[in-house]
């Protein structure tokens, strides 16, 4: 094997990157954790369903969160979440994008399938990519609670959605933004056992 020679001080990026996300991690808005959790807990007590969309890695977070979600009671033996990634379906996604425009391929899905009181979050690093954008609308327009994991300035997802969970980076640092979104992904769905496990009630 051939052995490439790398400075120790590019060896360091990684400690580096890692002390970055650590401190974004300790500036997170527990209040806007605690919220989102609440919004949650209200749509599991109403048999309401939580949906998830976005793009690009936000996509994967969408469908890694929703399935998450889905685990929750059964890890716990006890009622869970109803919940849904908008990203897993590549025939329906590929047909309103070839039809409509790939910015209706979120919104026109919800509405045929979203219920007054449902809940949709929306994951964006920008917070301005159209398709999450319309799908925050169409929701809101449907009764619905809206949810936005935003990165960077936050975006138009910032200013409509009723509940914001933000990082706060410089425009572009997408990496370190999905990461974290990731990360809020397993602590929120880690509370959630946690809270469900101290219920009186199953």
């Known amino acids: 094997m051939t052995v490439v020679n790398v400075s120790k001080s590019k060896v360091d990026y990684f400690k580096k990157y890692g002390r970055h996300l650590n401190e974004l991690l300790l500036k997170l808005d527990d209040q806007s954790l605690l919220a989102m959790c609440q919004i949650f807990l209200k749509a599991r007590l109403s048999n309401n369903t939580i949906y998830f969309a976005g793009n690009g ?26 919940s849904l990634s908008l990203t897993e379906n590549t ?4 047909a309103i ?5 790939y910015e209706y391929v979120f919104s026109i899905v919800l509405q045929e399938i979203f219920n007054k009181e449902d809940v949709l979050v929306v994951i964006s690093a920008s917070g301005n990519s159209p398709n999450v954008v319309l799908a925050a609308e169409k929701a809101k327009a449907l009764g ?14 910032a200013k409509i ?16 933004v999905e990461d974290v979104h990731m990360i ?7 509370f959630l056992i946690e809270h469900l496990k101290s219920e009186t009630v199953a």
């Open 97 to 101: 994008s070839n039809d409509y425009g």
């Open 184 to 190: 809020i992904d397993h602590m929120v769905t880690s």
């Open 91 to 94: 025939s329906q996604i590929t």
């Open 161 to 176: 959605c009723d509940h914001v969970v933000h990082i706060q980076t410089p425009k572009g640092e997408y990496g370190p």
């Open 144 to 157: 619905g609670t809206t949810v936005a994991l935003v990165g960077f300035e936050g975006g138009k997802l």
């Open 57 to 82: 890695g936000s996509a994967a977070t969408a469908a890694h969160f929703a399935q998450d979600l889905a685990e929750v009671g059964r890890k716990v033996n006890k009622k869970g979440f109803r």
